[in-house]
């Protein structure tokens, strides 16, 4: 799996000198939850486009700027947050999202958000 730089530069700096497990936290191979491994996902945002069509608009509108009463403005929200928010839904969300999509379509969606 590839490592980004910054990882890279993480380890570096923890580095005692013995061949390690790869242990960080912050590690992306480690599988430690589901919200981690999304997140180290490489968001493809174009595709991250159509999974907002199909999974969010109804809600949050086709610009995602929000719909009264229903979800509100999510326009540059950061990955994380969307990723929490998919895995903990709030009353009114759709609770099944994260059943119903992969690792990789919540990724999208999440990237996608903060380009808007
Ligand atoms: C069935 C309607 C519905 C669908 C479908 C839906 N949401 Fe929501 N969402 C809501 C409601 C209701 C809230 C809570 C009110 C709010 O803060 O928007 C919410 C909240 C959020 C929040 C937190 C907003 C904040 O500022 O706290 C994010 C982020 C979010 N939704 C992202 C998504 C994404 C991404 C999708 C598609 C994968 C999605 N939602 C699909 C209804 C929906």
Known sequence: MRIVAWLGLGLLAAC??????G??????????????????LEPD???GADVYVARCQVCHGTDASGLTGLGSDIRGKAASETVDTIMDP??????????????????????????L
């Open 90 to 115: 709030p009353a009114g969300m759709t609770e099944s999202l994260q059943d119903i999509m992969t690792n990789q379509e919540i990724a999208d969606v999440a990237g996608y958000l903060e380009t």
């Open 16 to 21: 005692d000198g013995t061949e390690g497990d």
């Open 23 to 40: 242990g960080s936290p912050t590690d992306c191979e480690g599988g430690a939850s589901r919200t981690e491994d999304i997140l180290c």
């Open 45 to 47: 945002t174009v595709n």
